[in-house]
């Protein structure tokens, strides 16, 4: 168990919904990846907050935003969505900002946009 | 544009063995990551590569990074079934990170 936790783990919604993950990092991570996997992009960064700001951006969609609140916790929210954003969604958080850190990742929240 | 080439996709080996799986990128970067999945499992961070000539160990695992050739390598010493798993290198280019493909490694008696 890495101590990240994501909610809920499977999600299954239609085409043009919109859709929130929720990531609680491990205590006292202050930074939060978010990472989409699906069999035909594989893996790609989406974006990273730390300590409640936005500190580096992927190949985020303008659909997708997220966001990190006070106590840590983070928010992936998907709109207008597209069969093709079904995939995996993991989340990951480290100590700090530094390049040398390890990332612990959680267990992922599976969509499937029908 | 970043691009990662991971090499072999695919990769079937004997308990025992040594094996290198090779990760080619195509833009100077100033970091490269190697992770673990296992099937239908979350990633495993395993390697962080900051400088030319870098070298980790871990285990039967070792991860190189040669900056100038813009080539990363994960070696695989004496296999054994519990590395069987899908491998995955990631470069970091300013605020962004492309991945590879993943190498899967099966590991057989």
């Known amino acids: 168990d890495s101590g990240v936790t994501q909610t809920p783990k499977h999600l299954i919604t239609a085409t043009g919904q919109r859709v929130t993950l929720r990531c609680s990092p491990r205590s006292g991570d202050l930074s939060v990846y978010w990472y989409q996997q699906s069999l035909d992009q594989g893996l790609q960064f989406l974006i990273q907050y730390y300590n409640g700001e936005e500190r580096a951006k992927g190949n985020i969609l303008e659909r997708f935003s997220a966001q990190q609140f006070p106590d840590l916790h983070s928010e992936l929210n998907l709109s207008s969505l597209e069969l093709g954003d079904s995939a995996l969604y993991f989340c990951a958080s480290s100590v700090d900002l530094g390049s040398q850190e390890t990332q612990y990742f959680g267990p992922g929240t599976r969509l499937l946009v029908l | 544009e970043l691009k990662v080439e991971q090499n072999p996709l695919f990769l079937s080996m004997q308990e025992g063995k040594n094996y290198t799986i090779y990760c080619n990128y195509s833009?100077?970067?100033?970091?490269l990551y190697w992770y673990r999945q296992d099937p239908g499992k979350s990633l495993e961070s395993l390697f962080v590569l900051l400088s030319n000539g870098a070298v980790k160990q871990e285990g039967r695992l070792m991860a190189s990074l040669d900056t100038k050739a813009r080539l990363s390598t994960l070696h695989i010493t004496a296999a054994v079934h519990d590395l069987s798993a899908t491998y995955f290198c990631a470069v970091a280019w300013g605020n962004d990170m492309r991945f590879g493909a993943g190498t899967r490694l099966t590991v057989k008696p």
């Open positions: 833009t100077t970067s100033d970091r």
